[in-house]
């Protein structure tokens, strides 16, 4: 089955410590993101990847950072710079670079909690 | 900076018909995306528009005015399972790289 994994499903941290989360994906797609989204509100983008070894920032990449080593694999790292972390991240994918039509696939989100 | 509006809450009666609209001020645009989000899940792929006028997909139709820079999602034949969030999202290319601005979301009750 092709799709986008992460993990964890919760995630609990202690405040002012480093945590980085998983996303997978086997649909062979060139391109990954990372949305961060608070209750009650949509899905903001805090870096995002169009191919191996180059990333951007989003508009909240704050405290945020992410490495792209791999096609497959899209980690973010939740430093202790950000301020409030405590969200549902979400991580997508789609198939080109190109300016084409750019539908995501996402995965199933980490809720992550710091106390 | 890019501006998205959708209401933030409906209600609806099981069976009926509900519009949920869209309007949006983006520096680019090549695109509109509806995604549909159940509490606590992924948001999944409904519709996509690229030029004017209405796309049907089953219960699910979605609306495109470029120069009025509006869309819409209409649900008919509403389901209990159709109570999710609605988000409406804007495909940009800027500088080389593709970008979806994302709505902060419609919540939709469907009521028996």
């Known amino acids: 089955d092709g799709g986008i994994t992460q993990s964890p499903k919760y995630l609990f941290r202690k405040e002012g410590q480093n945590v980085t989360l998983s996303c997978e994906q086997n649909l062979n797609h060139d391109a990954m993101y990372w949305y961060r989204q608070d209750p009650g509100q949509g899905l903001r983008l805090i870096y995002y990847?169009?191919?191996?070894?180059?990333?951007q920032k989003g508009d909240i990449a704050e405290g945020y950072s992410v490495s792209r080593e791999k096609k497959e694999s899209f980690p973010l790292t939740v430093t202790s710079a950000q301020k409030n972390p405590t969200a549902f991240y979400l991580c997508?994918?789609?198939?080109?670079?190109?300016?084409?039509?750019?539908?995501?696939?996402f995965g199933p989100g980490t809720r992550l909690t710091v106390l | 900076g890019q501006n998205i509006d959708q209401p933030t809450e409906m209600t609806a009666t099981e069976g009926a018909i509900v519009q949920i609209n869209c309007t949006y001020q983006?520096?680019?645009?090549?695109?509109l995306f509806w995604y549909q989000q159940h509490a606590g899940e992924a948001p999944t792929f409904l519709s996509y528009?690229?030029?004017?006028g209405l796309e049907e997909k089953g219960r699910f139709s979605s609306f495109l005015s470029r120069s009025k820079g509006y869309s819409y999602l209409l649900l008919k034949e509403l389901q209990m399972k159709d109570s999710a969030s609605y988000l409406c999202a804007v495909h940009m290319f800027s500088g080389g790289y593709n970008k979806l601005i994302f709505g902060a979301g419609t919540r939709l009750a469907v009521h028996p």
């Open positions: 528009n690229v030029l004017d």
């Open positions: 997508a994918s789609s198939i080109t670079r190109d300016r084409v039509y750019n539908e995501q696939f």
């Open positions: 983006t520096s680019g645009f090549n695109g």
């Open positions: 990847s169009q191919i191996v070894n180059d990333f």
